[in-house]
C-alpha cells in the first residue's frame, strides 16, 4: 500500500519560514521523481517544486528564490523549505510522486500566511 503523509503546515505570518515533510512508503523511493503542488480556494492545483531522482530541481517562478525542495532517500522524505512567505502562498500543499503510469498524492497539508 502506497502512502505520502505531509506535513509542517500552519498558519505563519509574512516574512516567516515553514518546513514541509512528505514521508513515503510503499514505492521504491529514490527511483521516484518528486513533487510539491499547492491549491488555493477557487483556483487550480499548481506545481511548486520538482525534484527527480537524481537530485535536479525546478521551481516555479513565484517562488524562486524562496523555497528549496530537497529529499532524503535514507528517510524516504521529500522536504520544502518556505522562507519569505507571503499571503498569496496561502494554500493547500499535496505531495506527489510520479514515475511512468504510476502517480500517487498525499492527503495534503495547510499553510495558511496572515498576520
Known amino acids: 500500500q502506497v502512502q505520502l503523509v505531509e506535513s509542517g503546515g500552519g498558519l505563519v505570518q509574512p516574512g516567516g519560514s515553514l518546513r514541509l515533510s512528505c514521508a513515503a512508503s510503499g514505492i521504491a523511493f529514490r527511483l521516484y521523481p518528486m513533487a510539491w503542488y499547492r491549491q488555493a480556494p477557487g483556483k487550480q492545483r499548481e506545481l511548486v517544486a520538482a525534484i527527480s531522482s537524481g537530485g535536479s530541481t525546478n521551481y516555479a517562478d513565484s517562488v524562486k528564490g524562496r523555497f528549496t525542495i530537497s529529499r532524503d532517500n535514507a528517510k524516504n522524505t521529500v522536504y520544502l523549505q518556505m522562507n519569505s512567505l507571503k499571503p498569496d502562498d496561502t494554500a493547500g500543499y499535496y505531495c506527489?510522486?510520479?514515475?511512468?503510469?504510476?502517480?500517487?498524492w498525499g492527503q495534503g497539508t495547510q499553510v495558511t500566511v496572515s498576520s
Open positions: 506527489e510522486a510520479s514515475l511512468g503510469s504510476s502517480g500517487y
